[in-house]
């Protein structure tokens, strides 16, 4: 039986990384569980999970590792998506026979400027490749980063072509009305839009979408739970407010190695900060910037750092 579609807010899961730059799995997991206990679904192995500086096979062996600690699929989609159909295929296969409820694929994304033909091509190849009629695709549009567009006719003709297996978008082209157009094109169909960040979450819900996939969920994902929780009532437009503002302040830094510090710092948990070269460590100085202006705003983590210390034993 295949079981219901992923609705609400989804963390893009930031992965740990110990000194020698291997997977801190335990530390992985850790993350996952409380992500989970704050109503938080896991998009691991998305943008912010610094997935494309992971192979193949450690994506899977991850994958394999929070299954087996009990970590519920039910709403998590993995990213499955590389510029190889073979590796495509194969990642995704993987994750649906472990159980999850969708994955999260980005188009090739080497090559620029190609045919929506091609593109139609790939997603076409890797879906008979995966052959399970369990496989639910979201397509993930971010052009700012890929550089490689998810247009309205590709859409189209992905829906028509595999209408149980073609599931949805998250749309991080940070554009609320090519979101919208999404949605109003699409979503009748059964194809669910995900905003790429919390900030139009209400706005997604009124016009029809299903949820937020959004980096700043790995710190501040139970506040963002609440919100859609509150969609239209005043207290949704205050949290609203709110999740805005630590979007913020999140925003003003280089995202992965910020959230990272976030975590270690009120995870109480310094082994959080390593991040997969080319990218690097945020400094002490901009690290304590940051914190203040989270601190400013009544900001925490409940839980984390019991969560982190169970991950340390």
Excluded at 15 to 27: A, E, I, M, N, Y
Excluded at 95 to 121: D, H, I, N, Q
Excluded at 148 to 153: C, E
Excluded at 296 to 310: I, N, R
């Amino acid at each position: 039986m295949v079981a219901a579609r992923i609705k609400g807010v989804l963390s893009p899961v930031v992965t740990p990384f110990k000194r020698d730059l291997s997977p801190d799995v335990g530390r992985f997991i850790a993350h996952c569980k409380w992500l989970i206990s704050q109503d938080c679904g896991l998009a691991v192995f998305g943008t912010n999970s610094e997935a494309n500086s992971l192979s193949a096979k450690e994506r899977m062996s991850l994958l394999e590792a929070v299954v087996a600690a009990g970590v519920p699929t039910a709403r998590m989609m993995p990213g499955t998506g590389a510029c190889s159909i073979t590796e495509a295929a194969e990642v995704s296969a993987h994750a649906v026979k472990l159980g999850v409820g969708g994955v999260l694929m980005l188009p090739p994304f080497y090559y620029k400027g190609v045919p929506e033909e091609g593109l139609f091509r790939f997603y076409s190849e890797v879906v008979q490749r995966v052959g399970d009629d369990r496989l639910r695709v979201y397509l993930y549009h971010i052009p700012g980063v890929s550089g490689v567009p998810i247009t309205h006719k590709l859409v189209e003709r992905l829906m028509k072509a595999y209408p149980k297996q073609i599931a949805g978008m998250k749309d991080s082209s940070d554009d609320w009305p090519h979101t919208k157009s999404m949605i109003d094109a699409f979503a009748k169909d059964g194809f669910d839009v995900f905003s790429g960040n919390e900030k139009p979450i209400l706005e997604n819900l009124k016009a029809g979408g299903v949820g937020c996939i959004s980096a700043t969920a790995n710190i501040n994902p139970g506040k963002i739970a609440e919100t859609i929780k509150a969609y239209g009532t005043p207290e949704g437009d205050r949290l609203q407010a709110w999740i805005n503002e630590v979007r913020g302040v999140m925003q003003g830094y280089v995202m992965i190695p910020a959230l990272k510090y976030v975590i270690a710092h009120y995870g109480a948990d310094p082994h959080w900060n390593p991040v997969r070269p080319p990218l690097v460590e945020i400094d002490e100085k901009t690290g304590r910037d940051m914190i203040e202006k989270l601190d400013k705003l009544g900001f925490t983590m409940p839980g984390l750092k019991q969560a982190m210390a169970v991950a340390a034993e």
